[in-house]
């Protein structure tokens, strides 16, 4: 079940991956052959597989075991429309400061436009790059800050 990609993704998402964080049998010992076991799993899905298809998915793997399931999950995926009004300013925004063209791509992890969404509002995630994140001495440099707000200046500056 490890590290399995549930379906083959998009060219906006990457497959949903089934993915195991922790296993416990509370024994810690050698010698005894536990009676239980805890497994606890996470699954980045995209647009593509759903919690339903989550539940079969662990039920066709775990079928003839004794088990209970409980799934619970805090974000749903989404995706913006890239030929809305606000895509397209803020591509241009960006190029017109930075002069990179934007990727459109979800690979930046979970934000929390995750909440946003739900509403029915328009959302991009747009920032500095994120090659430290969520590591040791995470960081950025001034001049990335500083475009960034020369980007967003553009974009209400550009807005009609």
Not at 62 to 74: A, I, M, P
Request: proline share 3%.
């Amino acid at each position: 079940m490890a590290g399995v990609d549930l379906d083959n993704g998009d060219e906006f998402f990457a497959p949903s991956k089934f993915v195991i964080t922790d296993i416990r049998s509370g024994m810690q010992v050698t010698n005894v052959t536990p009676n239980e076991l805890q497994m606890m799993f996470n699954v980045r899905n995209n647009t593509k597989t759903t919690q339903k298809e989550v539940r079969m998915f662990v039920e066709e793997h775990l079928e003839g075991l004794d088990y209970e399931l409980r799934l619970t999950q805090g974000s749903y995926p989404f995706r913006t429309d890239t030929n809305t009004k606000l895509v397209r300013y803020i591509d241009s925004a960006i190029e017109s400061v930075t002069g990179i063209r934007p990727e459109h791509s979800t690979a930046g992890g979970t934000s929390d436009a995750r909440f946003i969404a739900p509403l029915g509002v328009a959302v991009i995630e747009f920032g500095v790059k994120n090659d430290s994140i969520h590591s040791v001495n995470e960081r950025t440099t001034r001049h990335e800050v500083e475009d960034l707000c020369k980007v967003f200046k553009t974009l209400i500056d550009k807005w009609e």
